[in-house]
Every structure is written in structure tokens, then in C-alpha cells.
């Protein structure tokens, strides 16, 4: 069995860059660093979000990626030696996939105590940052690979190296994988979405979004009777 590991520590400070004619201010390329990293509620030392509406915040403090989808994107792109930190995850994970991760689980990494929130939804950025293409953020996402997002319950530092101590989770909660699965493919399904609902500490704007959606599938079920 493969331990849970924190390979590697990944920021970048939001800076201008030329997008298809102008310019656009993003975090996405981060850089690995060594050394402890010093990790608040809203982000990591020397880490930053540009656009504070979609990314950031204490439900989406930190996010993570699994080392695991590295060959398979690889593969994809036929190309190789992608470094730590090419999706902009802050932190590539080894161990931990979207299939084995429930919302609200808790993990110990280092001093810090964090919080699995929900997966991540790609904007054009990640097409910026991977140079594959205006379609690689809807190909990203009918992957089901899209990591996960995490709340910081207890700051502290963390480092490249460091294990990943599973402390708490709850079998009422949906995986990662399973919430990428009823987002995708089963939004018109109200019993999915109760399920999803269910989860412990789902993040705020989530709950928000899909209390809407199950509003609509129960009313286009009801038309249907």
C-alpha cells in the first residue's frame, strides 16, 4: 500500500501574463519550495489567488493534487517531466486520490489540520498554464482528476516530505469522486443530490449551488409524474 506522503509545497504570487491579446493577472504557476512552509486559514507563505471570487478563501484555503494523475496526463499530452505544482496545486499529494477522500475529512499534514472541502471546477487558466489548448479545462474535467480543495482548521507548517495523517472521516460523505460524478452526470437526479447535501462541512458556496440545482431536478421530476 502506497503511504500518503506530501511530496511537494507549491506557490506563486499572482502576476500579469499576455492571454490571447491581453493582460490577465493569475497565481497558476506555481514553483515548488523547500524548507517549512508556514500555512493561515487562507493560504500558504508566498502563495496568492488573483480572482478572489472563484479561488481562495477559508473553503478553498489550499489546493491539492494527486501525483498519481501526473502519468496520465502525461500520457495524454505526450509529453514528460512535468514538475510539482503544473496543475497549480499547492500541494502534490501521493497516496490520497479523489476515490479514496470523502468531504469534511480530516488530515494532518505537518503542524497543520485540514479539512477536505470539495473538488476543484478548472477555469481557462489551467488551459494558460498547460498550453494544451482552449479545450484542456473541459478535457480536465470530464477526467474526473481535478484534486480537491482544503479548509485549514489548525494553521502551522508544513513541507515536501512530510506524511499525510488521516484523522477523521465520515462514511455519510460523499468522495471527491463521487461528488465529480452526481456534479457531472447526475445533477437531474434528486436523491444524488440529497446525498451530496448530506456531506459534513461542505463548503458554503457548494451548498448554496446545489440547494439550487436540487430545486430545479425536484421540479422537472415533479412535471414529469
Same mark, same amino acid.
Not at 82 to 95: A, I, K, R, S
Not at 98 to 122: H, I, K
Not at 167 to 174: E, G, I, L
Not at 176 to 187: G, T
Given at each position: 500500500m502506497t503511504s500518503m506522503k506530501l511530496l511537494s509545497v507549491n506557490v506563486s504570487l499572482p502576476q500579469p501574463v499576455r492571454y490571447k491579446g491581453r493582460v490577465i493577472t493569475t497565481g497558476i504557476f506555481k514553483q515548488p519550495v523547500t524548507g517549512r512552509v508556514a500555512l493561515s486559514t487562507l493560504n500558504l507563505a508566498g502563495d496568492g489567488q488573483a480572482d478572489r471570487r472563484v479561488h481562495g478563501g477559508r473553503d478553498m484555503a489550499v489546493y491539492a493534487y494527486p501525483f498519481e494523475h501526473y502519468?496520465?496526463?502525461?500520457?495524454? !499530452?505526450?509529453?514528460?517531466?512535468?514538475?510539482?505544482?503544473?496543475?497549480?496545486?499547492?500541494?502534490? !499529494?501521493?497516496?490520497?486520490t479523489?476515490?479514496?477522500?470523502?468531504?469534511?475529512? !480530516?488530515?494532518?499534514?505537518?503542524?497543520?489540520?485540514?479539512?477536505?472541502?470539495?473538488?476543484?471546477?478548472?477555469c481557462y487558466k489551467l488551459a494558460?498554464?498547460?498550453?494544451?489548448?482552449?479545450?484542456?479545462?473541459?478535457?480536465?474535467?470530464?477526467?474526473?482528476?481535478?484534486?480537491?480543495?482544503?479548509?485549514?482548521?489548525?494553521?502551522?507548517?508544513?513541507?515536501?516530505?512530510?506524511?499525510?495523517?488521516?484523522?477523521?472521516?465520515?462514511?455519510?460523505?460523499?468522495?471527491?469522486?463521487?461528488?465529480?460524478?452526481?456534479?457531472?452526470?447526475?445533477?437531474?437526479?434528486?436523491?444524488?443530490?440529497r446525498r451530496l447535501l448530506a456531506s459534513r462541512d461542505l463548503g458554503t458556496a457548494w451548498r448554496g449551488q446545489l440547494e439550487r440545482m436540487l430545486q430545479r431536478a425536484e421540479a422537472t421530476s415533479e412535471r414529469e409524474r
Open positions: 502519468e496520465f496526463w502525461q500520457q495524454e !499530452l505526450n509529453r514528460s517531466g512535468f514538475p510539482y505544482g503544473q496543475f497549480g496545486e499547492n500541494l502534490t !499529494l501521493q497516496g490520497l479523489e476515490a479514496s477522500t470523502r468531504v469534511g475529512d !480530516l488530515l494532518r499534514v505537518g503542524s497543520a489540520l485540514l479539512q477536505v472541502t470539495q473538488p476543484r471546477v478548472p494558460l498554464r498547460m498550453g494544451a489548448g482552449d479545450d484542456f479545462p473541459r478535457h480536465f474535467l470530464r477526467s474526473g482528476r481535478l484534486g480537491f480543495y482544503l479548509r485549514v482548521l489548525e494553521p502551522g507548517e508544513v513541507g515536501g516530505g512530510d506524511s499525510i495523517e488521516p484523522t477523521q472521516s465520515d462514511a455519510r460523505s460523499v468522495t471527491i469522486a463521487e461528488f465529480i460524478d452526481i456534479y457531472l452526470h447526475k445533477s437531474h437526479e434528486p436523491d444524488s443530490i
